[in-house]
Protein backbone atom coordinates (compact mmCIF):
# COMPACT_ATOMS: atom_id res chain seq x y z
CA UNK A 1 0.00 0.00 0.00
CA UNK A 2 1.49 3.26 -0.81
CA UNK A 3 2.23 6.11 1.19
CA UNK A 4 -0.79 8.01 0.16
CA UNK A 5 -3.19 5.43 0.50
CA UNK A 6 -2.30 3.99 3.92
CA UNK A 7 -2.89 7.89 5.11
CA UNK A 8 -6.30 8.04 3.71
CA UNK A 9 -6.90 4.31 5.53
CA UNK A 10 -5.64 5.48 8.56
CA UNK A 11 -7.43 9.01 8.45
CA UNK A 12 -11.04 7.27 7.46
CA UNK A 13 -10.73 4.84 10.43
CA UNK A 14 -8.73 5.96 12.64
CA UNK A 15 -7.88 9.79 13.09
CA UNK A 16 -4.44 10.81 14.33
CA UNK A 17 -2.67 7.42 14.05
CA UNK A 18 0.38 7.21 15.88
CA UNK A 19 1.31 3.25 15.15
CA UNK A 20 1.21 0.54 12.41
CA UNK A 21 -3.05 -0.20 11.83
CA UNK A 22 -5.00 -2.59 10.53
CA UNK A 23 -7.02 -1.69 7.72
CA UNK A 24 -10.83 -2.28 7.86
CA UNK A 25 -13.47 -1.81 4.87
CA UNK A 26 -16.40 0.26 7.09
CA UNK A 27 -19.16 -2.86 7.52
CA UNK A 28 -22.61 -2.28 5.81
CA UNK A 29 -24.17 -2.43 8.90
CA UNK A 30 -27.84 -0.84 9.91
CA UNK A 31 -28.81 1.71 12.36
CA UNK A 32 -30.33 -0.40 14.69
CA UNK A 33 -27.55 -3.35 14.42
CA UNK A 34 -25.10 -0.88 14.97
CA UNK A 35 -26.56 0.69 18.25
CA UNK A 36 -27.01 -3.20 19.99
CA UNK A 37 -23.36 -3.68 19.31
CA UNK A 38 -22.30 -0.75 20.31
CA UNK A 39 -24.27 -0.62 23.50
CA UNK A 40 -22.61 -4.26 24.52
CA UNK A 41 -19.05 -3.17 23.25
CA UNK A 42 -19.62 -0.13 26.37
CA UNK A 43 -21.20 -2.33 28.38
CA UNK A 44 -18.85 -5.11 28.48
CA UNK A 45 -15.84 -3.21 27.70
CA UNK A 46 -16.27 -0.04 29.96
CA UNK A 47 -17.83 2.06 27.56
CA UNK A 48 -16.25 2.23 23.90
CA UNK A 49 -12.76 4.45 23.42
CA UNK A 50 -12.77 7.84 22.07
CA UNK A 51 -12.13 8.68 18.72
CA UNK A 52 -8.70 9.59 18.77
CA UNK A 53 -7.82 6.63 20.60
CA UNK A 54 -5.09 3.88 18.30
CA UNK A 55 -5.95 0.47 18.02
CA UNK A 56 -1.74 -0.32 17.19
CA UNK A 57 -1.68 -3.91 15.11
CA UNK A 58 0.30 -5.59 18.08
CA UNK A 59 -2.33 -5.73 20.43
CA UNK A 60 -3.54 -8.64 19.74
CA UNK A 61 -6.85 -7.83 19.41
CA UNK A 62 -8.53 -9.95 16.97
CA UNK A 63 -9.72 -8.12 13.43
CA UNK A 64 -13.68 -9.28 14.03
CA UNK A 65 -13.09 -7.10 17.42
CA UNK A 66 -11.47 -4.44 15.28
CA UNK A 67 -14.09 -4.44 12.97
CA UNK A 68 -17.00 -4.17 15.43
CA UNK A 69 -15.12 -1.11 16.79
CA UNK A 70 -14.99 0.57 13.71
CA UNK A 71 -19.16 -0.08 13.35
CA UNK A 72 -19.29 2.12 16.42
CA UNK A 73 -16.19 4.60 16.41
CA UNK A 74 -16.47 5.59 12.66
CA UNK A 75 -20.16 5.16 11.62
CA UNK A 76 -22.22 7.36 14.59
CA UNK A 77 -26.24 7.45 14.20
CA UNK A 78 -28.91 10.30 15.03
CA UNK A 79 -32.21 10.61 15.08
CA UNK A 80 -32.37 12.80 12.09
CA UNK A 81 -30.10 12.10 10.04
CA UNK A 82 -31.53 11.16 6.48
CA UNK A 83 -31.18 7.31 5.52
CA UNK A 84 -28.79 7.01 2.53
CA UNK A 85 -28.91 4.52 0.14
CA UNK A 86 -26.11 2.78 -1.92
CA UNK A 87 -25.49 3.22 -5.53
CA UNK A 88 -24.45 -0.15 -6.92
CA UNK A 89 -23.51 -0.97 -10.79
CA UNK A 90 -24.87 -4.32 -12.41
CA UNK A 91 -23.03 -6.04 -15.24
CA UNK A 92 -25.80 -5.05 -18.20
CA UNK A 93 -25.20 -1.17 -16.92
CA UNK A 94 -24.41 1.34 -19.39
CA UNK A 95 -23.03 4.41 -17.69
CA UNK A 96 -23.57 8.16 -18.96
CA UNK A 97 -22.35 10.92 -16.95
CA UNK A 98 -23.23 14.12 -17.93
CA UNK A 99 -21.33 17.48 -16.75
CA UNK A 100 -22.10 21.03 -16.79
CA UNK A 101 -18.67 22.10 -17.12
CA UNK A 102 -15.06 20.23 -17.45
CA UNK A 103 -14.27 19.22 -13.96
CA UNK A 104 -17.99 18.10 -13.19
CA UNK A 105 -17.59 14.84 -14.18
CA UNK A 106 -14.66 14.21 -11.73
CA UNK A 107 -16.77 16.46 -8.67
CA UNK A 108 -19.41 14.41 -9.09
CA UNK A 109 -18.95 10.75 -10.02
CA UNK A 110 -15.10 10.55 -10.97
CA UNK A 111 -15.69 7.50 -8.24
CA UNK A 112 -18.14 6.06 -9.83
CA UNK A 113 -16.73 6.41 -13.48
CA UNK A 114 -13.21 4.40 -11.57
CA UNK A 115 -15.40 1.45 -10.72
CA UNK A 116 -17.54 1.66 -13.74
CA UNK A 117 -14.08 1.35 -15.70
CA UNK A 118 -12.82 -1.45 -13.70
CA UNK A 119 -16.09 -3.49 -14.09
CA UNK A 120 -15.49 -2.83 -17.81
CA UNK A 121 -19.02 -1.37 -18.26
CA UNK A 122 -19.77 0.97 -21.15
CA UNK A 123 -18.85 4.71 -20.46
CA UNK A 124 -19.55 7.73 -21.97
CA UNK A 125 -18.75 11.48 -20.32
CA UNK A 126 -20.93 14.54 -21.91
CA UNK A 127 -20.07 18.17 -21.37
CA UNK A 128 -22.58 20.55 -21.84
CA UNK A 129 -20.12 23.60 -22.28
CA UNK A 130 -16.06 24.17 -22.85
CA UNK A 131 -16.02 26.10 -19.57
CA UNK A 132 -14.87 29.02 -21.40
CA UNK A 133 -16.32 32.17 -19.00
CA UNK A 134 -14.87 31.33 -15.67
CA UNK A 135 -12.93 34.24 -15.88
CA UNK A 136 -11.53 34.26 -12.57
CA UNK A 137 -10.11 31.16 -12.75
CA UNK A 138 -8.73 32.52 -16.40
CA UNK A 139 -7.33 35.51 -14.71
CA UNK A 140 -5.27 33.73 -12.29
CA UNK A 141 -4.06 31.15 -14.68
CA UNK A 142 -3.02 33.30 -16.81
CA UNK A 143 -2.20 36.65 -14.87
CA UNK A 144 -3.79 38.74 -17.26
CA UNK A 145 -8.00 39.42 -17.86
CA UNK A 146 -9.44 36.90 -20.43
CA UNK A 147 -11.79 39.60 -22.30
CA UNK A 148 -11.21 39.09 -26.12
CA UNK A 149 -13.85 36.29 -27.66
CA UNK A 150 -11.11 34.68 -29.38
CA UNK A 151 -9.13 34.80 -26.48
CA UNK A 152 -12.26 33.26 -24.31
CA UNK A 153 -12.46 30.43 -27.15
CA UNK A 154 -9.34 29.47 -26.79
CA UNK A 155 -9.66 29.29 -23.03
CA UNK A 156 -12.49 26.81 -23.54
CA UNK A 157 -9.67 24.68 -25.72
CA UNK A 158 -7.28 24.60 -22.78
CA UNK A 159 -10.43 23.14 -20.63
CA UNK A 160 -10.86 20.47 -23.53
CA UNK A 161 -7.59 19.41 -23.58
CA UNK A 162 -8.20 18.93 -19.73
CA UNK A 163 -10.78 17.10 -19.61
CA UNK A 164 -8.85 14.50 -21.84
CA UNK A 165 -5.89 14.37 -19.78
CA UNK A 166 -8.08 14.03 -16.39
CA UNK A 167 -10.82 11.39 -18.11
CA UNK A 168 -7.04 9.25 -18.64
CA UNK A 169 -6.38 9.19 -15.74
CA UNK A 170 -10.14 7.83 -14.79
CA UNK A 171 -9.23 5.34 -17.09
CA UNK A 172 -11.06 6.84 -19.95
CA UNK A 173 -9.75 7.70 -23.36
CA UNK A 174 -11.39 10.65 -25.84
CA UNK A 175 -13.75 8.04 -27.61
CA UNK A 176 -15.13 8.44 -23.93
CA UNK A 177 -15.88 12.17 -24.50
CA UNK A 178 -18.48 14.34 -26.19
CA UNK A 179 -17.92 17.94 -25.81
CA UNK A 180 -21.22 19.84 -26.70
CA UNK A 181 -20.00 23.58 -26.62
CA UNK A 182 -22.98 25.46 -25.63
CA UNK A 183 -22.61 28.50 -24.08
CA UNK A 184 -21.06 28.67 -20.19
CA UNK A 185 -23.07 30.44 -18.21
CA UNK A 186 -25.52 31.10 -20.81
CA UNK A 187 -27.54 28.10 -20.69
CA UNK A 188 -30.11 28.81 -18.61
CA UNK A 189 -30.82 31.74 -19.99
CA UNK A 190 -31.67 29.79 -22.94
CA UNK A 191 -33.67 27.18 -20.93
CA UNK A 192 -35.70 30.80 -20.04
CA UNK A 193 -36.46 32.74 -22.95
CA UNK A 194 -34.76 31.02 -26.21
CA UNK A 195 -37.24 28.57 -27.50
CA UNK A 196 -39.22 28.07 -30.67
CA UNK A 197 -39.51 31.76 -32.91
CA UNK A 198 -37.32 32.99 -30.44
CA UNK A 199 -33.84 34.18 -31.61
CA UNK A 200 -30.87 32.02 -30.69
CA UNK A 201 -28.96 33.24 -27.88
CA UNK A 202 -25.38 35.58 -27.57
CA UNK A 203 -23.14 34.53 -25.83
CA UNK A 204 -21.78 37.22 -23.32
CA UNK A 205 -18.25 36.33 -23.90
CA UNK A 206 -17.35 34.52 -26.77
CA UNK A 207 -20.25 36.89 -28.50
CA UNK A 208 -21.35 34.10 -31.07
CA UNK A 209 -25.05 32.71 -31.14
CA UNK A 210 -23.81 28.96 -32.04
CA UNK A 211 -21.39 26.46 -31.45
CA UNK A 212 -17.98 27.79 -32.07
CA UNK A 213 -15.39 24.48 -31.46
CA UNK A 214 -15.15 22.44 -34.41
CA UNK A 215 -14.01 19.55 -32.90
CA UNK A 216 -17.35 19.97 -30.82
CA UNK A 217 -20.63 17.39 -31.41
CA UNK A 218 -22.74 19.86 -33.60
CA UNK A 219 -20.11 22.04 -34.62
CA UNK A 220 -22.44 25.54 -35.90
CA UNK A 221 -25.57 24.29 -33.80
CA UNK A 222 -27.46 27.42 -32.76
CA UNK A 223 -27.93 28.57 -28.86
CA UNK A 224 -31.60 27.48 -28.89
CA UNK A 225 -33.10 25.03 -26.58
CA UNK A 226 -34.37 22.80 -29.03
CA UNK A 227 -30.48 22.40 -30.15
CA UNK A 228 -29.59 21.39 -27.03
CA UNK A 229 -32.42 18.78 -26.67
CA UNK A 230 -31.92 17.28 -29.73
CA UNK A 231 -28.40 16.54 -28.96
CA UNK A 232 -28.89 15.13 -25.80
CA UNK A 233 -31.81 12.71 -27.30
CA UNK A 234 -29.82 11.82 -30.09
CA UNK A 235 -26.53 10.84 -27.66
CA UNK A 236 -29.04 8.54 -25.39
CA UNK A 237 -30.76 6.71 -28.16
CA UNK A 238 -27.35 6.06 -29.55
CA UNK A 239 -25.81 5.33 -26.53
CA UNK A 240 -28.61 3.62 -24.28
CA UNK A 241 -27.72 4.30 -21.11
CA UNK A 242 -29.20 2.21 -17.79
CA UNK A 243 -27.79 5.00 -15.34
CA UNK A 244 -27.44 8.83 -15.88
CA UNK A 245 -25.25 11.12 -13.37
CA UNK A 246 -26.13 14.27 -14.08
CA UNK A 247 -26.17 17.49 -12.39
CA UNK A 248 -28.87 18.74 -9.62
CA UNK A 249 -31.84 20.36 -9.51
CA UNK A 250 -31.59 22.76 -6.87
CA UNK A 251 -27.77 23.56 -7.86
CA UNK A 252 -27.25 27.11 -7.46
CA UNK A 253 -24.94 26.72 -10.83
CA UNK A 254 -27.18 28.11 -14.04
CA UNK A 255 -25.62 25.71 -16.46
CA UNK A 256 -25.89 23.02 -13.35
CA UNK A 257 -30.13 23.70 -13.46
CA UNK A 258 -30.39 23.87 -17.04
CA UNK A 259 -28.34 20.90 -17.65
CA UNK A 260 -30.72 18.99 -15.77
CA UNK A 261 -33.94 20.50 -16.94
CA UNK A 262 -32.81 19.50 -20.43
CA UNK A 263 -32.03 16.07 -19.88
CA UNK A 264 -35.48 15.47 -18.85
CA UNK A 265 -37.20 16.98 -21.42
CA UNK A 266 -35.14 14.51 -23.61
CA UNK A 267 -35.80 11.45 -21.73
CA UNK A 268 -39.35 12.39 -22.06
CA UNK A 269 -39.36 13.36 -25.57
CA UNK A 270 -37.41 9.60 -26.64
CA UNK A 271 -40.58 8.04 -24.15
CA UNK A 272 -37.56 6.80 -21.42
CA UNK A 273 -39.43 8.59 -18.29
CA UNK A 274 -38.65 5.83 -15.96
CA UNK A 275 -36.83 3.35 -17.84
CA UNK A 276 -33.22 5.40 -16.88
CA UNK A 277 -31.96 5.65 -13.57
CA UNK A 278 -31.50 9.46 -12.24
CA UNK A 279 -28.55 10.07 -10.40
CA UNK A 280 -28.41 13.95 -9.18
CA UNK A 281 -25.06 15.37 -8.19
CA UNK A 282 -25.09 18.88 -6.24
CA UNK A 283 -21.85 20.96 -6.85
CA UNK A 284 -23.18 24.50 -5.83
CA UNK A 285 -25.10 25.37 -2.99
CA UNK A 286 -25.07 27.89 -0.82
CA UNK A 287 -22.31 27.38 2.35
CA UNK A 288 -22.20 23.77 1.68
CA UNK A 289 -20.59 21.36 1.55
CA UNK A 290 -18.97 21.61 4.80
CA UNK A 291 -15.73 21.39 5.65
CA UNK A 292 -13.82 22.58 2.86
CA UNK A 293 -10.80 21.22 2.25
CA UNK A 294 -9.00 17.79 1.52
CA UNK A 295 -10.99 15.79 3.89
CA UNK A 296 -11.00 12.03 2.33
CA UNK A 297 -11.82 10.37 6.26
CA UNK A 298 -15.21 11.91 6.22
CA UNK A 299 -18.67 11.44 4.21
CA UNK A 300 -20.22 13.88 2.12
CA UNK A 301 -23.85 14.62 3.88
CA UNK A 302 -26.95 16.16 2.17
CA UNK A 303 -27.37 19.96 2.91
CA UNK A 304 -29.64 20.66 6.20
CA UNK A 305 -32.78 22.01 3.68
CA UNK A 306 -32.47 19.32 1.43
CA UNK A 307 -31.57 16.44 3.65
CA UNK A 308 -35.33 14.93 4.18
CA UNK A 309 -37.15 16.64 0.98
CA UNK A 310 -34.93 13.86 -1.72
CA UNK A 311 -34.37 10.19 -2.08
CA UNK A 312 -30.39 9.94 -1.37
CA UNK A 313 -27.90 7.62 -2.30
CA UNK A 314 -24.15 7.14 -2.32
CA UNK A 315 -20.95 5.28 -3.69
CA UNK A 316 -18.61 4.65 -1.28
CA UNK A 317 -14.79 5.41 -3.19
CA UNK A 318 -11.67 2.84 -2.01
CA UNK A 319 -8.60 4.39 -0.85
CA UNK A 320 -6.97 4.09 -4.23
CA UNK A 321 -9.97 5.70 -5.90
CA UNK A 322 -9.45 8.59 -3.69
CA UNK A 323 -6.05 8.92 -4.49
CA UNK A 324 -6.93 8.91 -8.30
CA UNK A 325 -9.95 10.83 -7.85
CA UNK A 326 -7.74 14.03 -6.58
CA UNK A 327 -5.34 13.58 -9.29
CA UNK A 328 -7.94 13.69 -12.01
CA UNK A 329 -9.27 17.15 -10.36
CA UNK A 330 -5.78 18.32 -10.47
CA UNK A 331 -5.37 17.83 -14.08
CA UNK A 332 -8.41 20.21 -14.27
CA UNK A 333 -5.24 23.07 -14.06
CA UNK A 334 -6.96 26.03 -14.51
CA UNK A 335 -10.25 24.89 -11.84
CA UNK A 336 -7.66 23.73 -9.24
CA UNK A 337 -5.44 26.67 -9.71
CA UNK A 338 -7.77 29.42 -8.20
CA UNK A 339 -10.12 27.15 -5.96
CA UNK A 340 -8.67 24.36 -4.92
CA UNK A 341 -9.76 23.94 -1.25
CA UNK A 342 -13.67 24.46 -2.63
CA UNK A 343 -13.16 21.74 -5.40
CA UNK A 344 -11.28 19.45 -2.56
CA UNK A 345 -14.23 19.71 -0.89
CA UNK A 346 -15.83 16.83 -2.72
CA UNK A 347 -12.98 14.34 -2.61
CA UNK A 348 -14.02 12.43 0.33
CA UNK A 349 -15.12 9.10 1.15
CA UNK A 350 -18.65 9.20 -0.65
CA UNK A 351 -20.35 10.39 -3.91
CA UNK A 352 -23.63 11.74 -3.02
CA UNK A 353 -26.80 11.53 -5.08
CA UNK A 354 -30.27 12.87 -4.32
CA UNK A 355 -33.27 14.02 -6.24
CA UNK A 356 -37.06 14.68 -5.75
CA UNK A 357 -39.11 12.48 -7.57
CA UNK A 358 -41.78 13.25 -9.81
CA UNK A 359 -44.80 14.67 -7.58
CA UNK A 360 -47.78 12.33 -8.56
CA UNK A 361 -50.64 15.33 -8.31
CA UNK A 362 -54.14 14.13 -8.24
CA UNK A 363 -56.93 16.52 -8.44
CA UNK A 364 -58.21 18.77 -5.13
CA UNK A 365 -55.30 17.11 -3.54
CA UNK A 366 -52.88 19.20 -1.22
CA UNK A 367 -48.97 18.06 -1.87
CA UNK A 368 -46.56 19.60 0.53
CA UNK A 369 -42.73 19.61 -0.20
CA UNK A 370 -41.44 21.78 2.48
CA UNK A 371 -37.98 20.68 2.39
CA UNK A 372 -37.93 19.92 6.05
CA UNK A 373 -35.43 22.98 7.47
CA UNK A 374 -36.34 26.71 6.63
CA UNK A 375 -34.33 28.88 5.44
CA UNK A 376 -33.74 31.53 7.30
CA UNK A 377 -30.38 32.36 6.73
CA UNK A 378 -28.59 34.76 8.66
CA UNK A 379 -25.74 36.69 7.28
CA UNK A 380 -22.99 34.31 9.29
CA UNK A 381 -24.63 31.44 7.50
CA UNK A 382 -24.57 33.17 4.10
CA UNK A 383 -21.85 32.15 1.02
CA UNK A 384 -18.79 34.23 2.23
CA UNK A 385 -18.54 35.54 -1.47
CA UNK A 386 -21.78 37.69 -1.37
CA UNK A 387 -20.76 41.36 -0.40
CA UNK A 388 -22.54 43.30 2.28
CA UNK A 389 -25.66 44.52 0.34
CA UNK A 390 -25.92 41.25 -1.06
CA UNK A 391 -25.85 39.61 2.67
CA UNK A 392 -28.26 42.71 3.93
CA UNK A 393 -30.92 41.66 1.10
CA UNK A 394 -30.60 38.20 0.90
CA UNK A 395 -33.78 36.41 0.60
CA UNK A 396 -34.23 33.02 1.03
CA UNK A 397 -37.17 30.74 -1.11
CA UNK A 398 -38.64 27.55 -0.67
CA UNK A 399 -41.74 25.80 -1.68
CA UNK A 400 -44.63 25.23 0.83
CA UNK A 401 -47.73 23.47 -1.30
CA UNK A 402 -49.34 22.52 -4.55
CA UNK A 403 -52.40 22.34 -5.50
CA UNK A 404 -54.19 20.91 -8.93
CA UNK A 405 -57.57 21.84 -8.99
CA UNK A 406 -60.05 21.58 -12.50
CA UNK A 407 -58.73 24.12 -14.04
CA UNK A 408 -55.21 25.79 -11.95
CA UNK A 409 -52.23 24.90 -10.37
CA UNK A 410 -52.32 26.65 -7.27
CA UNK A 411 -48.74 27.10 -6.04
CA UNK A 412 -47.75 28.36 -2.47
CA UNK A 413 -43.76 29.18 -2.13
CA UNK A 414 -42.18 30.96 1.43
CA UNK A 415 -39.46 33.43 2.07
CA UNK A 416 -37.29 33.57 4.39
CA UNK A 417 -37.76 37.55 5.07
CA UNK A 418 -40.51 40.01 2.73
CA UNK A 419 -39.24 41.20 -0.28
CA UNK A 420 -37.68 44.15 -0.27
CA UNK A 421 -36.47 46.96 -2.72
CA UNK A 422 -34.72 45.98 -5.55
CA UNK A 423 -35.23 42.15 -4.59
CA UNK A 424 -37.46 40.05 -7.04
CA UNK A 425 -38.83 36.75 -6.66
CA UNK A 426 -39.61 34.59 -9.50
CA UNK A 427 -41.61 31.69 -10.72
CA UNK A 428 -41.62 29.62 -13.35
CA UNK A 429 -43.83 27.37 -14.49
CA UNK A 430 -42.89 25.19 -17.72
CA UNK A 431 -45.32 23.04 -19.21
CA UNK A 432 -45.07 19.51 -21.07
CA UNK A 433 -47.23 17.52 -23.00
CA UNK A 434 -46.67 15.01 -25.75
CA UNK A 435 -49.52 16.59 -28.17
CA UNK A 436 -46.93 19.65 -28.71
CA UNK A 437 -43.13 19.95 -29.12
CA UNK A 438 -41.33 21.37 -26.06
CA UNK A 439 -40.22 24.49 -27.92
CA UNK A 440 -44.12 25.60 -28.71
CA UNK A 441 -44.93 25.22 -24.90
CA UNK A 442 -45.85 28.42 -23.24
CA UNK A 443 -42.51 29.48 -20.39
CA UNK A 444 -44.22 31.24 -18.07
CA UNK A 445 -42.55 32.98 -15.73
CA UNK A 446 -44.19 35.39 -12.92
CA UNK A 447 -42.06 37.73 -11.11
CA UNK A 448 -42.82 39.51 -8.05
CA UNK A 449 -41.02 42.62 -6.26
CA UNK A 450 -42.27 44.62 -2.97
CA UNK A 451 -45.65 45.67 -4.61
CA UNK A 452 -46.40 44.68 -8.09
CA UNK A 453 -45.95 41.35 -10.26
CA UNK A 454 -45.89 40.66 -13.98
CA UNK A 455 -46.38 37.92 -16.08
CA UNK A 456 -43.89 36.58 -19.16
CA UNK A 457 -44.18 33.91 -21.46
CA UNK A 458 -40.53 33.50 -22.48
CA UNK A 459 -39.74 37.89 -22.95
CA UNK A 460 -43.61 38.38 -24.27
CA UNK A 461 -45.04 40.51 -21.40
CA UNK A 462 -48.40 38.88 -20.50
CA UNK A 463 -51.96 40.54 -19.62
CA UNK A 464 -51.17 40.96 -15.52
CA UNK A 465 -54.68 38.94 -14.56
CA UNK A 466 -53.65 35.42 -16.13
CA UNK A 467 -52.48 34.67 -13.10
CA UNK A 468 -54.20 35.55 -9.61
CA UNK A 469 -52.06 36.69 -6.59
CA UNK A 470 -52.38 36.11 -3.29
CA UNK A 471 -49.62 37.14 -0.40
CA UNK A 472 -48.18 38.46 3.22
CA UNK A 473 -44.90 39.32 3.99
CA UNK A 474 -43.24 35.60 4.28
CA UNK A 475 -45.46 33.43 1.58
CA UNK A 476 -46.89 34.19 -1.62
CA UNK A 477 -49.67 31.90 -3.48
CA UNK A 478 -49.89 31.99 -7.33
CA UNK A 479 -53.07 30.60 -9.06
CA UNK A 480 -51.97 29.67 -12.49
CA UNK A 481 -54.68 28.67 -15.35
CA UNK A 482 -53.81 25.53 -16.68
CA UNK A 483 -55.11 26.69 -20.05
CA UNK A 484 -51.76 29.60 -19.59
CA UNK A 485 -49.80 26.43 -19.81
CA UNK A 486 -50.92 24.70 -22.61
CA UNK A 487 -53.17 21.97 -21.00
CA UNK A 488 -49.69 20.14 -19.72
CA UNK A 489 -49.20 16.91 -18.56
CA UNK A 490 -46.65 17.31 -16.36
CA UNK A 491 -45.01 20.47 -15.48
CA UNK A 492 -41.59 21.78 -14.30
CA UNK A 493 -41.71 24.56 -11.90
CA UNK A 494 -39.60 26.45 -9.56
CA UNK A 495 -38.86 29.56 -7.50
CA UNK A 496 -35.91 32.16 -7.35
CA UNK A 497 -35.34 35.10 -5.47
CA UNK A 498 -32.72 37.81 -7.03
CA UNK A 499 -31.13 41.21 -6.68
CA UNK A 500 -31.07 43.26 -9.72
CA UNK A 501 -29.63 40.16 -12.02
CA UNK A 502 -27.88 38.58 -9.13
CA UNK A 503 -29.58 35.28 -8.08
CA UNK A 504 -29.65 35.01 -4.15
CA UNK A 505 -31.56 32.26 -3.65
CA UNK A 506 -33.40 29.23 -5.92
CA UNK A 507 -36.01 26.66 -4.48
CA UNK A 508 -35.45 23.01 -6.41
CA UNK A 509 -36.56 22.38 -9.69
CA UNK A 510 -39.57 19.84 -9.31
CA UNK A 511 -41.54 17.85 -11.84
CA UNK A 512 -45.62 17.40 -10.93
CA UNK A 513 -47.39 14.84 -12.90
CA UNK A 514 -51.21 15.80 -13.19
CA UNK A 515 -52.66 12.02 -13.04
Given at each position: MS????????????????????????PAASAAVRHRICN???????????????????????LSIITILSVCLITPTFADQPKIG????????????????????????????????????????????????????FFLYRKHPVVWPAAVENMGLIRHDEAINASQILGLGPQNLIFLGYPDFGTLNIWYYHWNLRPAYRSIMTRVIAVPYKGAYHFGAPYKGEAIVEDLR????????????????????????G?????????????MDGGVQLYPYLIHYLTWPKPKGFHPEIDLTPPDALANAEIWKQYHLSPSQIVTKKKALEAHKTQFFSSPKYLLSFVKFNELFGDIPPLKMRLNENVSIISGQKKLMTT??????????ERTAFVGVDWKSLRWGPENLIVT???????????????????????????????INVRLGV?????????KRMPQDVVKISRNPNEITITVPLKLLGYPQKILTSARTTLGNFPLDNASWVVLELQ
Open positions: KQLQSISMKRFFPKPSSPLFFIKRSISSGLGGVPRLETVIPAKAGISSVTLSPTDRILVLAPHPDDEVLGAGGVIQQAVAEKLPVKVVFLTYGDSNQWSTIIRAFKPTKIFVSHPADHNGDHLLYLYLRVALWDEGMELPEELNERIGLSKPLAQDVEASIYFFGYTHRTPFGQMPKLSYSVYDQT
